[in-house]
């Protein structure tokens, strides 16, 4: 068995809610700002891991909405880690033909922030297979309701089709695991509409600690997980064998 081999299903897509960067510097009586970077090295690392299982997408949550109303000097350290190591972190995984989105409401960010990030989409606009989309400025009600307006617009009656279509990850399959650091134990407006049917994972590890060993753990627990989607578990065993 390969070192990065999972027995059993695995994701198809993986969400990542990556909280405790904050906590974790503070308790090394390190500023905020260590804490993100860290998180940000830590992201580049798990992402590498994930891709190089055969997770083929990953939506990870990089900032809410929610958070815009937190200090500006630590809202002024995230965008400088953007400017500072963005590029860098995410070429090196788009070089495994990884196409990068950013969902959500890019224009509340600082204008050479935004250049920067649409420039690096442009750039992997054309990988299929593989994604990863970064969520910024990102707020699941808010993009339930961008859905709903775009249908309102165009004087379409919504079905569940043409929603799932209209929300920023339209062209992705929904998550199928979704990862919480930080012990935690909520979505916190992370693709509510999407997670109908996500397996959930919290761990108490604050995301810069959260290794490649623990994801690997969350999706062989994932793996060991029977998925009914409504089902009886009789029914759920006749698919398998059908399959």
């Known amino acids: 068995m390969g070192k990065n081999k999972i027995e059993g299903a695995l994701p198809r897509h993986i969400g990542l ?7 974790w510097a503070k308790k090394r009586l390190l500023p905020r700002s260590a804490g993100h970077a860290h998180g940000m090295d830590r992201m580049e690392g798990l992402l590498e891991c994930a891709f190089d299982m055969g997770v083929s997408y990953v939506t990870v949550y990089a900032l809410s909405t929610e958070n815009l109303n937190r200090p500006q000097a630590e809202l002024d350290g995230l965008y400088d880690l953007i400017r500072k190591h963005f590029i860098r972190a995410m ?12 969902i959500g409401d890019v224009s509340l960010l600082p204008d050479d922030v935004q250049k920067i990030l649409r420039a690096a989409e442009e750039e992997t606009k054309g990988y299929e297979g593989k994604g990863l989309n970064v969520a910024l ?14 249908a ?3 004087g379409e009656k919504l079905t569940e089709e043409s929603l799932s279509s209209a929300l920023y990850t339209g062209d992705v ?7 919480r650091t930080g012990g935690e134990m909520r979505l916190s407006n992370f693709l509510l509409y999407q997670a ?24 062989a627990e994932f793996a060991g997980r029977t998925r009914r989607f409504g089902k009886t578990d009789e029914q759920c065993k006749e698919d398998n064998v059908q399959e």
């Not at 400025?137 to 775009?150: F, K, Q, S």
């Open 173 to 179: 399959p929904d998550p199928d695991l979704i990862i």
């Open 152 to 154: 309102v617009e165009n």
């Open 137 to 150: 400025c990102y707020g699941a009600r808010a993009e339930i309701v961008r859905a709903a307006n775009i």
């Open 196 to 219: 109908a049917y996500a397996e959930l994972y919290f761990s108490e590890k604050m995301f810069p600690d959260f290794s490649d060993a623990d994801l690997k753990a969350a999706v």
């Open 17 to 23: 809610i990556m909280d405790g960067n904050g906590r």
């Open 91 to 102: 070429c090196k995984i788009c070089q495994k033909g990884v196409r990068l989105r950013v």
